[in-house]
């Protein structure tokens, strides 16, 4: 892998996370720009070491473990943006799937699989942007309360 390679798939990294990140930010969420865009980075990052590691000694096992290590680790920091509230609601599940999303698409950036870079960004905005709006449509024709704040455009979760 030559450096030019490296440095297009860890920029296509920060660019899937920073895109997806500007989603959760412009939401007002607890993790934004740079959470997304440090994780989507790492991902690729170790993702690239455990390759180049890989290759010398002909393991490609050894990159597999690494992205499993990669995606169970993740949980941990997607953890730590779910906040349980009063009446035992939950917050942050949205946006700590969208870190765990941008590490399983930083790893795609990595292993240079664009398809699925492309195509998971862009159903990833799409869920993002337009989730809450259907989710709130939905309740409403089916009669039942929606658990969101007027105006905030918060669904629970988020």
Excluded: Y
Excluded at 1 to 9: G, N, S
Excluded at 123 to 133: K, Q
């Amino acid at each position: 892998m030559t450096p030019a390679d490296v440095a297009f798939r860890l920029t296509a990294a920060v660019l899937v996370g920073t895109a997806i990140g500007l989603n959760r930010d412009l939401r007002g969420k607890p993790a934004g720009v740079r959470t997304h865009a440090l994780v989507s980075l790492g991902s690729p990052v170790v993702t690239v070491i455990a390759a180049n590691a890989g290759a010398a000694n002909s393991d490609v096992a050894a990159v597999s473990r690494v992205m499993q290590g990669i995606i169970t680790g993740i949980g941990f920091l997607g953890a730590g943006v779910i906040l349980h509230q009063d009446q035992g609601r939950v917050r942050g599940l949205t946006t700590a799937a969208s870190i765990w999303i941008v590490a399983a698409l930083g790893i795609a950036c990595g292993v240079a699989d664009w398809w699925p870079v492309g195509l998971g960004t862009g159903l990833t905005l799409l869920v993002l942007m337009t989730g809450g709006p259907l989710e709130r449509a939905v309740h409403r024709l089916m009669g039942e309360p929606s658990d969101d704040k007027p105006g905030t455009g918060s669904q629970p979760g988020d």
